[in-house]
C-alpha cells in the first residue's frame, strides 16, 4: 500500500488485457482508479486473443525478460483459484529453422528439446513446456469484478484528446492499443497485425497446446482450453479488415486437422477477428507534452496477454517514481 498523501487519481485509457491489469495493480496499492474506454473489455483484441502465455514475436530485451517473468509468475499463482480460467498447460512449439528463437524456454521450469522421433513430417525441432493458457471470457470477466472490488470505476467513451483528462486525473495510463500512437499525437510507429482465429467446442477433450508458426501453409496453433479450442491463425501486418474471411477459415481449420486429426470432431462454435497494436518494442514510459502527466503501455502486439501483469507493474514504478 502506497504512503497516502502519495496516492494519486488515475485514468487508464483502455479496458482490454493492459489496461484492466493495470487498473487492478494501482488500485490494489490505493491509488483511485478509473477506467475510460470506448469498449467493454469483452468487445477489445485481448477477447479475441487465444491466450496462451507465449511471447509471439514479441521483443526480445531484459526489459521485455521482466515482463515476461513477472507474468509468468502471477499466472502460475492465478491458476491455483479456478474462476480466474487460467490452467497450467502443456504442449509444443515446434520448429521448422535452423535460428528458431527458443528465448521462451529460458523462462519454463519444465520447457525440454523434443525427442526428434516425436517430430511431425517437415519440422528439424520442437521444445515443449508448460505454460498458462487462459480462457479469455472468464478471464477478463474476473478481472474486472476484481477491479470493481478494489473500487475501480468504469466509463464507456470516447476520448479524443488526452488533455480533456486534465480536470480530472493526476495521471493517464495510456493503454489503448492500436489508439496510443493517436493519442499521444508523437508515435506514427503503430501499425495493425490482423489475427483471425477459429473457436471450436472441445469435445474431444484435448489438454495439450501446439503451435507451429512456420508450417509451409501457414501459421498455425491450436489451444484447447476448459470448454473450447482456439484454432489460428493469421499474422498480417497492415491488414484493418475485421471481417471474416471464409476462404482463411477454411484453411486455417485444414492445417489444423491435419496435424490433429482429432480436431474434425469439434463443431465449430465461432469465427473472430482482431487486430494486435504493434510496434518495434513496446512503449513503457513516462511522457511529460501534455497537460497532465501520462505514462504510455501500448504496443504490446501478440504479447499482451503474455506481458500484461508485467507491464502494470512496470506502470506502478513510474507512478510512484
Known amino acids: 500500500m502506497s504512503d497516502l498523501s ?10 482490454g488485457v493492459i489496461g484492466l491489469s493495470t487498473a487492478y495493480e494501482l488500485a490494489s496499492h490505493g491509488h483511485k482508479v478509473t477506467v475510460v474506454s470506448d469498449q467493454e473489455p469483452l468487445q477489445t483484441v485481448s477477447a479475441v486473443s487465444a491466450a496462451i502465455w507465449f511471447p509471439y514475436h514479441s521483443e526480445n530485451s531484459p526489459a521485455a525478460d521482466l515482463l515476461l517473468a513477472h507474468t509468468l509468475e ?12 487460467v490452467d497450467l498447460r502443456f504442449g509444443m512449439d515446434i520448429e521448422r529453422r535452423t535460428d ?15 525427442d526428434p522421433q516425436l517430430l511431425p513430417e517437415g519440422a528439424l525441432s520442437a521444445t515443449s513446456g508448460t505454460v498458462p493458457v487462459i480462457t479469455m471470457p472468464t478471464y477478463l470477466g474476473w478481472l474486472q469484478n476484481q477491479c470493481r472490488q478494489l473500487g475501480v470505476k468504469f466509463e464507456q467513451r470516447t476520448i479524443t484528446s488526452i488533455d480533456e483528462l486534465a480536470a480530472e486525473a493526476d495521471t ?20 495493425p497485425i490482423r489475427g483471425q482465429v477459429i473457436r471450436l467446442a472441445n469435445t474431444a477433450g484435448l489438454h495439450e497446446w501446439l503451435s507451429d508458426d512456420d508450417h509451409p501453409l501457414g501459421v ?14 493469421t499474422d498480417v501486418d497492415y491488414d484493418t479488415n475485421l471481417k471474416v474471411d471464409e476462404q482463411i ?67 506502478l514504478e513510474l507512478l510512484e517514481a
Open 6 to 15: 502519495s496516492l494519486l487519481r488515475v485514468t487508464v485509457i483502455g479496458a
Open 74 to 85: 502471477r499466472f502460475e499463482a492465478l491458476s491455483l483459484i479456478p474462476e480466474t480460467g
Open 100 to 114: 528458431a528463437d527458443r528465448s521462451w524456454t529460458r523462462h519454463v521450469a519444465d520447457a525440454t528439446v523434443v
Open 172 to 191: 493517464v495510463v495510456l493503454a489503448a492499443g492500436i489508439r496510443g500512437g493517436e493519442l499521444l499525437g508523437d508515435d506514427e510507429t503503430v501499425y
Open 220 to 233: 498455425s496453433y491450436i489451444i484447447p482450453r476448459r470448454e473450447d479450442i482456439i484454432v489460428g491463425g
Open 249 to 315: 477459415a477454411t484453411d486455417m481449420l485444414s492445417r489444423a486437422i491435419s496435424m490433429v486429426p482429432e480436431l474434425a470432431q469439434c463443431e465449430v462454435l465461432e469465427h473472430k477477428v482482431g487486430l494486435r497494436p504493434a510496434r518495434e518494442t513496446v512503449r513503457l514510459e513516462r511522457i511529460s507534452a501534455h497537460e497532465v502527466p501520462v505514462i504510455a503501455a501500448y504496443g504490446h502486439g501478440g504479447g499482451g496477454v503474455t506481458m500484461s501483469w508485467g507491464t502494470a507493474r512496470r506502470v
